[in-house]
């Protein structure tokens, strides 16, 4: 799995942001959750996407907890079609590790 990093431009490296975060999976799911800006599960989720895209990505089990826990999702990271984020988030992969950066607002 490709590692990825979230960080800020318009803000000192010690601040968190949070991030509405949509994932689109197979068959027209949806599901939103709010994570911070440097989450791991953030991450991966976006190194996902990245990784199936440069074809290094192997299978990975996502089990995401829901509605402040009360429900949870299990997917395979087969199933992940999309993510959507709010700010936006980009990834821009390097040779040595991938950055993500949310674009600053205009």
Sequence with gaps: MVTTS???ESEATTQ???VIVKLLLSG???YTL???SDAPLLR???GTILSRVQGTG??????IPLEAGRVSIC???DDLVAVTTEPPVFVRPNDDQPQTE????S
Aim: hydrophobic share 35%; aromatic share 8%; glycine share 4%.
């Design 102 to 105: 949310e674009a600053s607002a």
């Design 44 to 46: 991966s989720l976006l």
């Design 75 to 77: 997917f395979s990271s």
């Design 16 to 18: 968190q942001t949070e």
């Design 28 to 30: 027209g799911h949806q």
């Design 34 to 36: 709010v994570l911070k």
């Design 58 to 63: 192997s299978r990975t089990l996502f089990q």
């Design 6 to 8: 979230v960080s800020r």
